[in-house]
């Protein structure tokens, strides 16, 4: 990974359920990886990471997500949100 700065990872943190959380999408971003190549590892060495690494978003947080910023797109998927 190259550098980024603290400012750069600082605004793709949001609040999801009351938790400082980061889209699967931003996190890929910052990796330099695709998002589905990102969850594909994650979901094969699940057991590498905390319980509570990740959830699903449901459909009304995606919906109010993509209205609160607008450079979000359509996905097929909805995004996991990483701990």
């Known amino acids: 990974m190259s550098d980024v700065s603290t400012g750069v990872v600082a605004a793709k943190i949001i609040l999801v359920r009351g938790k400082k959380v980061m889209l699967d999408s931003d996190l890929a971003g910052l990796y ?10 994650v979901e094969r060495n699940i057991e590498r990471f905390p319980e509570d690494f990740m959830f699903k978003l449901t459909e009304e947080e995606v919906l109010r ?3 609160a910023t607008s450079k979000r797109g359509g996905r097929r998927y909805l ?5």
């Open 32 to 41: 330099g990886v695709k998002t589905k190549n990102l969850n594909l590892q």
């Open 65 to 67: 997500l993509q209205n």
């Open 79 to 83: 995004p996991f949100d990483l701990n």
